[in-house]
């Protein structure tokens, strides 16, 4: 049996149910050389020998990327995102069980694989974020939980708490950062932060594409400040020009949520934006967007 | 699919392609097609949508293998 068995597995599985998807995972081979052995890993920890749940995470995985093929080709000839209100999206996709367990949670952890963009992110994560990664940390919107499973990786001391309003987030990543073997080092809270904004105060915060999913992102990355020590670092993403079906909040360049950090008393010590594909003449592509910040207050 | 809407499926798979002499027939898959990648998936739902005046949702989309795959999907929408 080959080293990257449940890759291949995987690969099949995506060039059945999408014969259009058939060199995805080929590309992607060329993105890092350990690229192959990570994906193997979490494949291997979450489905192992399961060819149906590995076809359903193929399904899921195509149908996430399809929805956001297709809104960005409107976005493209509107320029705006499809309105929707805040309780619309919780309703619609974070509290819609099934949505979340067979498209948008599997969906995105296979990005994290399969998109360029997301693969790119996570590296700027390890590099500018991981030295930082001590003590506790917080994540909040953990979506799948896989940032709090690779800061539970980077370091085996640290201890971590995911907040969510998603009961169905909350527990896959619970299946996730378990199937890792974390489990006892990481903490599940159910919470809305803005609502109901967490007391504790952490060296470390990160939010990972949860920015664009609000109606007052400023409002957020005020709660996010104030879970972060002063002197504490925070990791903080988010999409550009990249319409999704909970996207909300539209950011064109990096220079307008660096300003809502700074107003929210972040300094930002480094950012990167990544594209998805290159651009044909002027058309927007969609960008992922990571800052790396220090509270200052 | 009467005649006229198969020449005109015939027609949006060769512009979406980039090629007049595409000959779409039933068992076809994005593997026979050069450029039948994601992006040009999408293009090509797209341009059916505008064509034949349908609606197809992801899940639909995301489902048909082959070119028949597709044309039943379409007879069902049409009739
Ligand atoms: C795109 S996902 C985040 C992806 C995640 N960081 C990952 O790596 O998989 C957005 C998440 O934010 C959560 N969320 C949205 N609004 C929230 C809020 N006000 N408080 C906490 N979580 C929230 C959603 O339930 C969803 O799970």
Redesign the pocket.
């Known amino acids: 049996m080959s080293t990257y068995s449940t890759v291949e597995r995987f690969e099949k599985a995506l060039s059945k149910v999408a014969p259009y998807m058939a060199q995805t995972v080929q590309k992607s081979r060329g993105y890092a050389p350990d690229w192959e052995a990570e994906f193997e890993e979490v494949l291997s920890r979450l489905f192992g020998s399961d060819d149906q749940a590995l076809a359903e995470a193929a399904q899921g995985y195509v149908e996430f990327s399809l929805d956001a093929l297709r809104l960005h080709k409107r976005f493209e000839r509107e320029g705006v995102y499809l309105h929707k209100t805040?309780q619309e999206v919780?309703e619609a996709?974070?509290h819609n069980d099934a949505y979340m367990f067979e498209t948008y949670?599997p969906g995105?952890?296979m990005t994290?694989y399969l998109w360029i963009h997301h693969y790119s992110q996570l590296q700027f994560f390890r590099r500018v974020f991981g030295p930082h990664l001590t003590g506790r940390f917080a994540?909040?919107?953990?979506?799948?939980?896989?940032?709090s499973r690779q800061a539970l990786a980077h370091n085996r001391l640290v201890r971590g708490d995911g907040?969510?309003?998603?009961k169905a987030?909350l527990h896959y990543?619970r299946r996730q950062i378990d199937a890792f073997d974390f489990g006892d080092r990481w903490t599940a809270h159910k919470?809305?932060?803005?609502?109901t904004p967490p007391s504790e105060r952490y060296p470390c915060v990160l939010?990972?594409?949860?920015l664009e999913?609000?109606e007052d992102p400023p409002a957020?990355l005020e709660v996010l400040a104030g879970m972060t020590q002063p002197g504490g670092h925070a990791f903080v993403t988010a999409a550009l020009t990249a319409p999704e079906v909970?996207h909300i909040y539209l950011y064109r360049d990096c220079a307008e949520v660096i300003h809502q950090l700074q107003q929210a008393g972040f300094a930002v010590l480094a950012h990167q934006e990544d594209l998805a594909y290159a651009p044909k003449a002027d058309e927007p592509v969609p960008r992922s967007a990571a800052f790396f910040c220090r509270q200052e207050n | 699919m009467d005649l006229d809407q198969q020449a005109k499926l015939t027609e949006v798979f060769r512009t979406v392609f980039n090629d007049p002499d595409l000959e779409p027939h039933e068992e076809m898959t994005a593997q026979d097609v050069p450029d039948w990648d994601s992006f040009n998936h999408v293009y090509l739902i797209t341009m059916i949508e505008e064509q034949f005046s349908v609606s197809l949702t992801t899940k639909e989309v995301s489902r048909f293998q082959n070119v028949g795959d597709l044309i039943q999907l379409l007879d069902s929408k049409l009739n």
């Open positions: 805040y919780a996709v974070y949670l995105i952890l994290q994540d909040v919107g953990v979506g799948t939980g896989f940032f907040y969510d309003i998603s987030s990543a919470q809305d932060v803005l609502r939010s990972v594409e949860v999913h609000l957020f909970d």
